[in-house]
């Protein structure tokens, strides 16, 4: 190689004023400076390649919506910036550029011409080509030559300038040409590090409400029952978040109620209540609720949350008897009851002394996913009554998602044991 060559002759000269291990030395020293320059080179390029985008986003009115931190295979940092038109331009850190002049090489950095055109310049000076200058839209590309010195191509790589005045020693390449990001709350700003000018980018994070409801998803419909009342988390996020208008409207037939966060201005809870009125088919079709965010500057976020009755029906017995008699006797696996519905339920003993003397087993079998239809069965052990008096206990059914709402509820009454010589059980 050319490069092998040059290097043979300054030793050879090196070697006959007596400093032989010194030259050496000193050739390895720029050989392995050269090649850890020639590793970044596509980064580099690629990092000038990505001041044109910055450019046309500017041009464009563009903003930052999000960053994100990356590191590559080599452990080379930077940031993916997620422009607001969903673009994204993955940029690697570098250093802050103030030492740039001392380095060895092209610096590299763009101005606005008289006209206001963004054009490339080279150590201060616009780059001229056909008497125009070289606007932004066609970056220059650098690499380093089998010499060891600086090229650069103004024509996408079709033909390159060797530059003797820039050896490829001395500096870190980053300090030659990076873009370093630094992300601040409302701006990215952009160092370039060949003359220490900043880029200024807006960062602005769209005002948004997140929403949570424990138990249920809140993008289908929310499963809720006459009466309900189910509690909404949310969360302000975005630009404006902290002093941001939250209001919760309803079709007219819900209670909303919004209880901020005493301890963070960016979250809450929205409770939703649903009328005692609405049973079975008469549940309203698209019955909704509404949460609006608003900044106070005319930028505002609204989510819809749509409601279902939840179904909880007794399907054996027919009907459900408000109280259910079992004799004194000891019983073992005895069906009591079962419900059809679209929720998984829970089911209780009260009060829970008396699952000292009764137990309560239950198995849920879903049937089918896309209508969400589950079957709950109840069965039961009761013990022997030694007593002679009756003892009861009360069943309360509760949604798995909401185990603070009872949906259903019944009296299990255990008789006494008869006295001797009486008639016997009632059963």
Known sequence: MKKNIVVGIMAAALLASGCG?????????????????????TQMNESISSLREIVDQMAAGGYVVDVKEFEDEDGRGGYTLVFNDDSTLKLYSGVDGKDGEDAFGPAISITKDEEGHWVWTIDGEIIIVNNNPLYVDYPPQLKIDE????????????????????????????????????????????????????????????????????????????????????????????????????????????????????????????????????????????AYIYITVNDGNGRSKVKVVR???REVKVQYPTTLPQVYEAGSEAETDKALVTFKGNCELIIKVIPEEAESWLTLKTEVNKVDETSNVSYTSVKYDVQANETSEDRSAYIAVYPKDHPDFEVKGFTFTQKGKPAEGGNGSAE
């Open 21 to 41: 291990k010194f030259v050496r030395d000193e050739l390895i020293t720029m050989q392995n400076e050269i090649d850890q320059l020639s590793e970044k080179v």
């Open 307 to 309: 409601f279902a009755e």
């Open 147 to 286: 010499e060891g010195y600086w090229c650069i191509s103004l024509d996408n790589g079709e033909t390159w300038e060797q530059r003797k005045d820039w050896p490829a020693r001395g500096k870190d390449a980053d300090e030659i040409f990076s873009l370093n990001p630094q992300v601040y709350d409302d701006r990215i700003e952009l160092v370039l590090s060949a003359t220490g000018e900043t880029i200024v980018l807006p960062y602005y994070r769209p005002l948004d409400v997140e929403l949570s409801l424990e138990g249920q998803d809140l993008d289908g419909e929310v499963l809720i029952y006459p009466g309900e009342t189910l509690t909404i988390s949310y969360t302000l996020t975005g630009a404006g978040a902290e002093n941001a208008l939250l209001v919760a409207g309803t079709d007219g037939r819900f209670k909303t109620a919004i209880k901020p966060d005493p301890e963070n201005p960016n979250a809450g809870t929205v409770e939703v209540t649903c009328p005692e009125t609405y049973k079975d088919k008469d549940f309203p079709v698209g």
